[in-house]
């Protein structure tokens, strides 16, 4: 398969941990790499690899696999961190084609 | 500091043409993979497709939506990235990324991204 599956929709207390998902077929093959696009602007990289941060993203953001599923987790959830949230593999073809749906992060 | 700053959007009829520019800088544009990503108005990211740096061969892969209307070519005298668009439909009407592309044996990942070009097809 060439999906990728995201919960449509989480919401976190300020400063508590969030974990967001994504599963699909393709990641007991393949890292995801995790985007953040706030409204109105273009997605950044938060996380890409096995768990590896771009320069300036804060340390909370952390990603993991396991199996089919690969998760991104906020440890200390902030205000500025309400986003939509898109996962990316490469596909079982080893194309680099599959987003997930994306995830829109609520702060409460 | 890198930039990729896309232009050539607007408004175009079905069946229309489009030429989709992206002017690089901070970077070794010559040995970069670059891609393009797309967004509809209220949807998610969708992969358009991408081209290897000439030195990897140059070549160019498409997604199924789009493959034999689009078409990916870089110029690396000028430091930019093209998307032509043929046979536009009302379905291809999004902002238009254009990105840096990383790909190992594990894994491919969109480090850098342009601020978008909207392309809207609409008779």
């Given at each position: 398969?060439?999906?990728?599956?995201?919960?449509?929709?989480?919401s976190?207390?300020?400063?508590?941990?969030?974990?967001?998902?994504?599963?699909?077929?393709?990641?007991?093959?393949?890292?995801?790499?995790?985007?953040?696009?706030?409204?109105?602007?273009?997605?950044?990289?938060?996380?890409?690899?096995?768990?590896?941060?771009?320069?300036?993203?804060?340390?909370?953001f952390?990603?993991?696999?396991?199996?089919?599923?690969?998760?991104?987790?906020?440890?200390?959830?902030?205000?500025?961190?309400?986003?939509?949230?898109?996962?990316?593999?490469?596909?079982?073809?080893?194309?680099?084609?599959?987003?997930?749906?994306?995830?829109?992060?609520t702060?409460? | 500091?890198?930039?990729?700053?896309?232009?050539?959007?607007?408004?175009v009829?079905?069946?229309?043409?489009?030429?989709?520019?992206?002017?690089?800088s901070?970077?070794?544009?010559?040995?970069?993979?670059?891609?393009?990503?797309?967004?509809?108005?209220?949807?998610?990211?969708?992969?358009?497709?991408?081209?290897?740096?000439?030195?990897?061969?140059?070549?160019?892969?498409?997604?199924?939506?789009?493959?034999?209307?689009?078409?990916?070519?870089?110029?690396?005298?000028?430091?930019?990235?093209?998307?032509?668009?043929n046979?536009?439909?009302?379905?291809?009407?999004?902002?238009?990324?254009?990105?840096?592309?990383?790909?190992?044996?594990?894994?491919?990942?969109?480090?850098?991204?342009g601020?978008?070009?909207?392309?809207?097809?609409?008779?």
């Amino acid at each position: 398969s060439s999906e990728l599956t995201q919960d449509p929709a989480v919401s976190v207390a300020l400063g508590q941990t969030v974990r967001i998902t994504c599963q699909g077929d393709s990641l007991r093959s393949y890292y995801a790499s995790w985007y953040q696009q706030k409204p109105g602007q273009a997605p950044v990289l938060v996380i890409y690899g096995k768990n590896n941060r771009p320069s300036g993203i804060p340390d909370r953001f952390s990603g993991s696999s396991s199996g089919n599923t690969a998760s991104l987790t906020i440890t200390g959830a902030q205000a500025e961190d309400e986003a939509d949230y898109y996962c990316n593999s490469r596909d079982s073809s080893g194309n680099p084609w599959v987003f997930g749906g994306g995830t829109k992060l609520t702060v409460l | 500091e890198v930039q990729l700053v896309e232009s050539g959007g607007g408004l175009v009829k079905p069946g229309g043409s489009l030429r989709l520019s992206c002017a690089a800088s901070g970077f070794t544009f010559s040995n970069a993979w670059m891609s393009w990503v797309r967004q509809a108005p209220g949807k998610g990211l969708e992969w358009v497709g991408r081209i290897k740096s000439k030195t990897d061969g140059g070549t160019t892969d498409y997604a199924a939506p789009v493959k034999g209307r689009f078409t990916i070519s870089r110029d690396d005298s000028k430091n930019t990235l093209y998307l032509q668009m043929n046979s536009l439909k009302t379905e291809d009407t999004a902002v238009y990324y254009c990105t840096t592309l990383y790909c190992s044996s594990t894994s491919c990942y969109l480090y850098y991204w342009g601020q978008g070009t909207l392309v809207t097809v609409s008779s």
